[in-house]
């Protein structure tokens, strides 16, 4: 009898390459009467970097915005459509959204320190959530994640100067160590690097490199080449819809999406 069920066990189905960390299904996004986004269907692997790239208008913000419920915030905005974290539904009316956006933390194109010290800025997350213990621990915090945001070695004597004293690319590793100290499982990051110049651009591509070993990272950039650097998975949108998506390697040498071709050559957006 036992062999019997051996013999009539379903095949092995090979487990898939990656785990989904986020997953969006039929997201459609409205301002007001204006739809946004049509639909969109996006797998987010744990610990890689996705790129959301496409032409200006067509929709990236708004996706990323609604991975967190940033579009909350904006009056007339209106989700559709089921997004999963760990596979829970964001939008569950019982969802704590503060507490979503510590686990989904976000970095924006322009770096916005508060006008607090280094150490504040960094400290506030984790005492408004309670994360520390006592003064020692929230150091310990603060420090770590200055550390893993490539920070700390520049800014080490001066941590209780102003975050805004720093330079534009500090400021934005100021930023990103801010979203680590919560602890945050994902990061979204809005074109991070577009007010930042070369050399400060290269330091936040190197750390972003570094960070998927421990989050998972979804990156909107207008840099083809940024894209190709950081990102292991890259999601085309074009009018509001994801056209194609697929390895960045592959999306970038052998596009089965004529208008990623064209977008990736320049040839428009
Ligand atoms: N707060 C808003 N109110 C009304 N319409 C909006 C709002 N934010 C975005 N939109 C519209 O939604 C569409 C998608 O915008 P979104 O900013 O998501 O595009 P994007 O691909 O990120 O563009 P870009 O690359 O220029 O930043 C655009 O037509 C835009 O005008």
Redesign the pocket.
């Known amino acids: 009898m036992m062999e019997n069920l051996h013999l009539t066990a379903a095949p092995k189905t090979s487990a898939p390459a990656f785990a989904s960390k986020m997953k969006g299904e039929s997201v459609s996004?409205f301002?007001?009467a204006?739809q946004?986004?049509f639909e969109v269907n996006l797998d987010v692997y744990e610990r890689q970097v996705t790129a959301?790239i496409?032409?200006?208008?067509?929709?990236?913000?708004?996706?990323?915005?609604s991975l967190n419920r940033m579009?909350d915030t904006?009056?007339?905005?209106k989700v559709k459509g089921l997004i999963t974290l760990d596979g829970e539904d964001i939008y569950n009316p019982q969802i704590d959204v503060v507490e979503l956006r510590a686990r989904v933390g976000m970095v924006f194109?322009k770096p916005n320190p508060f006008p607090k010290s280094i150490f504040e800025n960094v400290a506030y997350g984790p005492k408004i959530h309670g994360l520390a213990k006592s003064k020692t621990d929230l150091e310990e915090i603060v420090v770590t994640s200055l550390r893993k945001a490539g920070l700390f070695q520049e800014v080490k004597d001066r941590l209780h100067d102003a975050g805004t004293g720093l330079s534009g690319g500090q400021q934005q590793r100021l930023c990103i160590a801010r979203a680590i100290a919560v602890s945050p499982e994902v990061i979204l990051m809005?074109?991070p690097c577009s007010a930042l110049d070369p050399i400060a651009t290269a330091t936040v591509e190197e750390l972003i490199d570094e960070l998927k070993q421990n989050f998972t990272i979804v990156i909107?950039t207008?840099s083809m080449q940024q894209a190709a650097r950081v990102s292991q998975r890259t999601a085309m949108?074009h009018l509001?819809k994801i056209v194609e998506v697929g390895p960045t390697e592959k999306m970038f040498q052998n596009p089965d999406d004529k208008r990623t071709q064209d977008y990736i050559t320049g040839r428009f957006g």
């Open positions: 996004v301002y007001g204006k946004a986004l959301l496409g032409p200006s208008g067509c929709g990236k913000s708004t996706f990323l915005r579009n904006v009056e007339g905005a194109q809005d074109e909107v207008h949108f509001g």
